[in-house]
């Protein structure tokens, strides 16, 4: 356990999870699907190790969409109340989740990192300052930290 394990949870309280390391990075999407899927002007998404999240309570209830790359996403939401806490992306599978923020207790502790597919932004969605934005995706070797890029290689090669 470390300390500064940072916790979750569902509308309705029944599902709550821990974080048990900071994520690797937080993207600011604002492409068209996470506009759709959270019925607001982008997705706020904190990556990390599946192995370093840790669900503490609740029932899970899993739906799997398209992705604008051609692959499927799994979001996984609370089976009571049908929050979506956190999603399985193509291309690292069920290794990495992309937890969203707006579930954590305290939203602040992860800011985003880096804002993608702003190309689709809405006009009146404001950027978040001091980040770099990019019109569609990034090289992660030339926005990721060091450290940050050591544990999405170890994921690659694992
Ligand atoms: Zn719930
Ligand atoms: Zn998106």
């Given at each position: 356990?470390?300390?500064?394990?940072?916790?979750?949870?569902?509308?309705?309280?029944?599902v709550r999870y821990r974080l048990n390391?900071?994520?690797?990075?937080?993207?600011?999407?604002?492409?068209?699907?996470?506009?759709?899927?959270?019925?607001?002007?982008?997705?706020?998404?904190?990556?990390?190790?599946?192995?370093?999240?840790?669900?503490?309570?609740?029932?899970?209830?899993?739906?799997?969409?398209?992705?604008?790359?051609?692959?499927?996403?799994?979001?996984?939401?609370?089976?009571?109340?049908?929050?979506?806490?956190?999603?399985?992306?193509?291309?690292?599978?069920?290794?990495?989740?992309?937890?969203?923020?707006?579930?954590?207790?305290?939203?602040?502790?992860?800011?985003?990192?880096?804002?993608?597919?702003?190309?689709?932004?809405?006009?009146?969605?404001?950027?978040?300052?001091?980040?770099?934005?990019?019109?569609?995706?990034?090289?992660?070797?030339?926005?990721?930290?060091?450290?940050?890029?050591?544990?999405?290689?170890?994921?690659?090669?694992?």
């Amino acid at each position: 356990m470390t300390s500064n394990a940072l916790e979750g949870g569902c509308a309705c309280g029944g599902v709550r999870y821990r974080l048990n390391d900071k994520p690797f990075i937080v993207h600011n999407c604002h492409c068209r699907l996470c506009q759709r899927q959270t019925g607001t002007g982008s997705a706020v998404n904190a990556f990390i190790e599946s192995d370093r999240l840790e669900q503490l309570s609740g029932e899970l209830a899993e739906g799997d969409f398209a992705t604008g790359s051609g692959g499927t996403q799994t979001v996984v939401r609370c089976a009571s109340c049908a929050t979506s806490v956190w999603s399985f992306y193509p291309r690292l599978g069920r290794k990495v989740a992309a937890v969203r923020v707006g579930s954590l207790d305290d939203p602040s502790a992860a800011p985003p990192d880096v804002a993608i597919y702003v190309a689709d932004k809405p006009d009146w969605a404001p950027l978040p300052e001091g980040i770099r934005a990019f019109d569609e995706f990034y090289n992660p070797a030339e926005v990721y930290p060091p450290e940050s890029l050591a544990r999405l290689k170890a994921l690659l090669d694992g």
